[in-house]
């Protein structure tokens, strides 16, 4: 751009200092500097301008689906500790984990959701709304970064998701699953790094999808703490 400028704006030619040929190389040089300018402002407004369009679309769309798949999951932690006003951000230790799944009869009926239904269909309502969710968010393209691709791969591959594995099988028999605290806790440290992600890289894009009143009462009470 510089020499586009200075060979056709300043009073200064090529030919004087290359004789015969100064002409000939300002031509190639202001060939160039047009080429070169032309690309920028194709990529500008069909690249970097779309791009950024697509990302205000598609980001807040990421962010609702990788809410709903932290709540949907954390909803069985509020079942194993009998609280569902439990802090989203809290997750048992390993052993917590063998602590509360020794107390857990997967024939019995859940708590709080699905109140006729035992353990395992919740487990399985949670394992297909999981994978539901994970799918949908790999299908966004190339806005969804290495990171959260890696994340969503590992949950959607865990054993704890696996078809027919253990509690996920209608035919499981044992009377607790204290034998699967280390699958649970494996689990679940993969969904609160998720958690970890989405309030770093995500919560600002969900935020743009509430109604204003909703933004101004979250961020006042962020404020005040």
Same mark, same amino acid.
């Given at each position: 751009?510089?020499?586009?400028?200075?060979?056709?704006?300043?009073?200064?030619?090529?030919?004087?200092? #290359?004789?015969?040929?100064?002409?000939?190389?300002?031509?190639?040089?202001?060939?160039?500097?047009?080429?070169?300018?032309?690309?920028? #402002?194709?990529?500008?407004?069909?690249?970097?301008?779309?791009?950024?369009?697509?990302?205000?679309?598609?980001? =807040?769309?990421?962010?609702?689906?990788?809410?709903?798949?932290? +709540?949907? %999951?954390?909803?069985? #932690?509020?079942?194993?500790? %009998?609280?569902?006003?439990?802090? #989203?951000? !809290?997750? =048992?230790?390993?052993?917590?984990?063998?602590?509360?799944?020794?107390? +857990?009869?997967?024939?019995?009926?859940?708590?709080?959701?699905?109140?006729?239904? %035992?353990?395992?269909?919740?487990?399985?309502?949670?394992?297909?709304?999981?994978?539901?969710?994970?799918?949908?968010?790999?299908?966004?393209?190339?806005?969804?970064?290495?990171?959260?691709?890696?994340?969503?791969?590992?949950?959607?591959?865990?054993?704890?998701?696996?078809?027919?594995?253990?509690?996920?099988?209608? %035919?499981?028999?044992?009377?607790?699953?204290?034998?699967?605290?280390?699958?649970?806790?494996?689990?679940?440290?993969?969904?609160?790094?998720?958690?970890? !992600?989405?309030?770093?890289?995500?919560?600002? !894009?969900?935020?743009?999808?509430? =109604?204003?009143?909703?933004?101004?009462?979250?961020?006042?009470?962020?404020?005040?703490?």
């Amino acid at each position: 751009m510089g020499l586009f400028i200075w060979i056709n704006f300043i009073e200064f030619k090529f030919d004087e200092i #290359i004789n015969g040929t100064g002409t000939k190389f300002e031509y190639f040089i202001e060939t160039i500097s047009l080429s070169y300018l032309a690309a920028y #402002i194709f990529y500008f407004l069909n690249i970097y301008l779309v791009g950024r369009t697509e990302r205000k679309t598609i980001l =807040p769309f990421v962010a609702q689906n990788v809410l709903s798949i932290i +709540v949907n %999951n954390h909803s069985i #932690i509020n079942c194993l500790k %009998n609280d569902q006003k439990l802090s #989203i951000d !809290y997750f =048992p230790d390993k052993n917590e984990y063998k602590e509360l799944l020794r107390q +857990v009869n997967p024939k019995d009926k859940s708590p709080f959701y699905y109140k006729n239904e %035992n353990w395992i269909y919740l487990f399985k309502n949670r394992q297909e709304t999981t994978r539901n969710l994970t799918n949908r968010i790999l299908l966004s393209g190339k806005h969804v970064d290495e990171k959260l691709r890696k994340l969503l791969l590992e949950i959607n591959y865990s054993f704890y998701l696996k078809d027919n594995y253990a509690f996920n099988s209608e %035919n499981f028999n044992k009377n607790n699953l204290e034998d699967y605290h280390l699958v649970f806790s494996n689990y679940f440290d993969l969904i609160q790094e998720l958690k970890k !992600y989405y309030d770093k890289n995500l919560k600002s !894009y969900y935020m743009t999808t509430l =109604p204003k009143s909703i933004r101004k009462r979250k961020k006042s009470a962020a404020n005040s703490t």
